[in-house]
């Protein structure tokens, strides 16, 4: 029977499990039925979240950069999108770029909410920056959505993705937060399935009735069995957690070493990576390229990074994404000199990629 | 300000402390009563919450109750679908994303399939958007295609999610029932249900964006003939408007009828999305897997809200009904090919269930297709005295009743009528017969115990 329909809001032995696996973290005693919703990926459970609670009119705060959904979802619920972005802090000479160096600025994130805010968008690790959130700063996000009695969407679909001792924290564990967070996960993510389509969101049953809503009138079920083999998958996790033969364990160990590799590869044709705390993204500054090739071929208004990437793919084979899709077209202009690439990749790409760098370095030589 | 009051204060109060300034006594309302304010849903759910599948699927899980009632089959699908997916789940590259608007290899199937009954090339990317189920492409469809203050058609009865949806788009759903001739001396058909013209002339106007068709039908299971679907197209064209035809249950004709694509009637391709269902067509409701096929002007916006909504659909399951779909499209005309073995299958369970309904004083409309059943109850004149009390239509407590007294369930037809109509049709009950022979065995004993109780 796992070929037919399962229960509309989850397949019972998934919403059963991450019930009892995210309670721990959340801090929370989670009921399967009230506050569990399985969706089609991560992005299922954005969308039906937008659509439940966003309303004409409505204000999102979007922190930029930003998975580049969050804008056109807020917009299609006829939402205004907000932007704050995450400015890098000033470097020393010689030292790499961290993300944990790119902060809010609280007086600037304060001023962004109004009596129309609804809802706060927060990723964390952030996609395409790695960003990990500290205590402090998802402090400073909470106390102000209490203060605005605004709704937190919060994408935390890399939590397992986090190096250097960094530690995934969930902004719906600080006090006051639960009854009005909607935490979001991925099974893609989480096991390296993407193309499985499972996701959730957990949060207050005051909330995840409307994404109920939402969800019977959209898709309705999620499919059975990539919903079931999930469950088996995050059962199998509970009872190692903790211990070496985790995958939560030993995939950030994993990629960390990728991520290491990566950083090392770029250094040597110019290209200054920003270290990244989790996810499997890191930035790139490409500014010394912009100055010293500033015409590029392009369309008029097109931003620099994108120019570069396109003259990169065709001249160096080697592809990444332009950072300014990131951000809001009045920003765009002001980040357009980070390109973003992924590193969750086997060997044998990155091996390929060390080669593509290493013909570049020598193109550079006089 | 906001970084000395943080400091003067210690990290519990601080929030409580700042909302008080802020909130309360600016506002002049109390912080519970301006909490309740935000927190709540946007107005396009509004009243859109109530499902009769969660009420009565809570009802029927009993595992006494022989379960007639929600459309999933429990006979086994073919074995070959279930093989494609085992040997996909080991490939690598088939677990990560694939492409949105449908997986490749399935697209392509879709459109090989597909052709041999249009008489145009269908192209795979631009013609043809794989969803999450049927459903999908119904929301992906009344989303992207239909407008605040738009009018859409829909027939009475009609599989439930149609009104909802059209109201979540901000439209007005104007409704039309299907109405029955009488019959005499002859088995009452879905065939003599049918569609008065001149009332659905009426119903179309200039706000009239869409009709939704559902051949064939469920719950009723009629088969539209060639002149229904004419009347249908001539007024699409007439006024301009679209038609979201949704043929599920396309392969499900039983004998002397003939399944017919509106969308291939003249100025129908144009304005037609036409949405299939791996579920119904493979008895693989898990899968979750539906496709919408149409013209590209009218297709790209279903893709633009795949792309805000899910994105993409699951990769393994989309190869695995890709490689199905070859085994099946090399043999079409072959018995052994499923979309001629399943309804010659569910044929002989249809009429198993005409008989079966009859002897015990219920009267089943025959349907020419899909794998429903609908009976009038109301003959039986069951004691429904303990459920006097409910207002709800007649169907509604005759479920209830049947599911508790002679442990068999079913759907209350009513559930889908609107508000408007449900007395029309609170004499009517669903059966599902996608059955095995063993729950079809266990039906079959609870309605022989019934006769003789009544007799």
């Given at each position: ?11 019972p ?17 989670i009921?399967?039925?009230?506050n ?92 395409p920056l ?90 309705y079920h999620?499919?059975?069995?990539g ?16 211990q ?72 160096k ?28 990749k ?5 091996q ?15 | ?52 599948w ?35 789940a ?24 597909y ?12 013609e043809?958007?794989?969803?999450v ?7 992906n ?12 058609i ?19 759903p ?59 197209a ?43 269902s ?85 009267t ?26 409910s ?65």
């Open positions: 029977m796992l070929n037919q329909y399962t229960k509309a809001f989850g397949y032995p998934l919403t059963k499990i991450l019930a009892s696996f995210f309670g721990k973290f959340l801090g929370q005693e009921d399967p039925l009230k569990v919703l399985v969706t089609v990926g991560a992005y299922g459970a954005l969308f039906t979240a937008f659509q439940a609670l966003v309303d004409e009119g409505d204000e999102v705060i979007i922190i930029e950069p930003f998975f580049d959904c969050y804008e056109p979802m807020t917009l299609m619920a006829g939402g205004r999108p907000v932007f704050v972005s995450l400015k890098p802090c000033p470097t020393q000479d010689g030292e790499l770029d961290s993300s944990s160096n790119w902060q809010l600025d609280p007086t600037e994130l304060a001023s962004k909410f109004t009596s129309r805010t609804k809802a706060l968008i927060l990723n964390t690790p952030n996609n790695g960003k990990v959130f500290s205590r402090a700063e998802l402090e400073l996000v909470a106390s102000l959505c209490q203060q605005h009695d605004v709704v937190c969407i919060t994408d935390e679909v890399y939590q397992w993705l986090v190096y250097d001792g960094y530690q995934h924290i969930s902004i719906a564990s600080l006090p006051g937060m639960w009854e009005r967070t909607l935490t979001i996960g991925s099974a893609g993510k989480t096991f390296s399935v993407t193309g499985w389509k499972v996701g959730w969101v957990l949060g207050p049953d005051s909330l995840l009735k409307h994404l109920r809503t939402v969800h019977q009138n959209s898709v999620c499919p059975t069995q919903q079931a083999a999930v469950a088996q998958s995050l059962e199998r996790e509970q009872m190692l957690f903790g070496p033969s985790s995958y939560f364990a030993q995939l950030p160990q994993a990629i960390q070493h990728n991520r290491d590799h990566m950083i090392r590869s770029l250094q040597s044709v110019g290209l200054r990576p920003v270290i990244p705390q989790g996810s499997y993204f890191l930035i790139t500054d490409i500014s010394d390229f912009k100055s010293k090739m500033p015409d590029l071929p392009g369309a008029a208004d097109e931003p620099y990074d994108r120019r570069f990437v396109k003259w990169m793919i065709k001249n084979g080697l592809v990444a994404i332009p950072v300014s899709v990131f951000y809001s077209v009045p920003h765009q202009k002001l980040f357009d000199h980070y390109i973003r690439f992924c590193f969750m086997d060997e044998s790409t990155l390929a990629m060390d080669q593509k760098l290493q013909m570049w370095k020598d193109e550079l030589r006089p | 300000m906001f970084l000395a009051l943080g400091r003067l204060c210690t990290r519990g109060s601080r929030a409580k402390f700042l909302k008080t300034i802020y909130a309360s006594e600016i506002l002049g309302l109390s912080t519970s009563a301006k909490m309740s304010l935000k927190l709540k849903n946007a107005k396009r759910i509004e009243g859109l919450d109530k499902n009769v969660i009420e009565f699927t809570k009802l029927a899980a009993d595992p006494s109750v022989v379960n007639l009632g929600q459309g999933l089959p429990d006979i086994s699908p073919p074995n070959y679908v279930k093989e494609e997916l085992s040997k996909v080991a490939i690598d590259s088939l677990n990560q994303y694939t492409r949105g608007f449908g997986h490749p290899s399935l697209v392509k199937a879709l459109s090989c399939l052709e041999k009954f249009y008489q145009n090339r269908i192209d795979p990317d631009k043809i958007l794989v969803t189920g049927a459903y999908g492409s119904l929301f469809a009344i989303q992207g295609l239909i407008d605040e203050g738009d009018e859409v829909v027939i009475v009865p009609f599989y439930d999610c149609y009104e909802p949806m059209v109201r979540m788009a901000g439209a007005t104007v409704f039309i029932p299907l109405r029955s001739k009488p019959v005499d001396g002859k088995k009452w058909s879905s065939s003599d249900w049918t569609l008065d013209p001149q009332e659905l002339a009426s119903k179309f106007n200039s706000k009239t964006k869409a009709i939704i068709l559902n051949t064939p039908h469920n719950p009723l299971g009629k088969v539209f003939t060639s002149s229904e679907l004419q009347v249908i001539d007024l699409c064209i007439k006024y301009d408007a679209l038609c979201i035809s949704d043929e599920v249950y396309e392969w499900l004709v039983y004998t002397g009828n003939k399944h017919l694509k509106i969308a291939t009637f003249p100025g129908m391709w144009e304005r037609t999305v036409t949405i299939g791996a579920g119904k067509t493979f008895s693989v409701t898990g899968w979750k897997l539906g496709w919408s096929i149409g013209p590209k002007h009218l297709i790209k916006h279903l893709q633009t809200v795949q792309q805000n909504s899910v994105y993409t659909c699951a990769t393994p399951l989309q190869e695995a009904l890709a490689q199905a779909f070859w085994i099946d499209i090399k043999r079409m005309d072959d018995p052994e090919c499923y979309f001629n073995s399943l309804p010659k299958e569910l044929e002989v369970k249809r009429d198993r269930m005409v008989r079966l309904l009859e002897s015990v004083g219920l089943p409309i025959v349907p020419d297709g899909g794998y429903f059943i609908i009976a009038d109850v109301s003959l039986l004149d069951a004691d429904l005295s303990d459920m006097k009390d207002s709800e239509p007649y169907d509604y407590k005759f479920v209830k009743w049947m599911t508790k007294n002679k442990k068999l369930s079913a759907i209350p037809v009513s559930a889908f009528c609107n508000a408007e109509t449900k007395s029309q049709f609170e004499k009517f009950v669903r059966f599902c017969f996608i059955k095995k022979d063993s729950t079809l065995d266990a039906a079959e004993a609870i309605i022989k115990a019934w006769k003789r109780q009544a007799s």
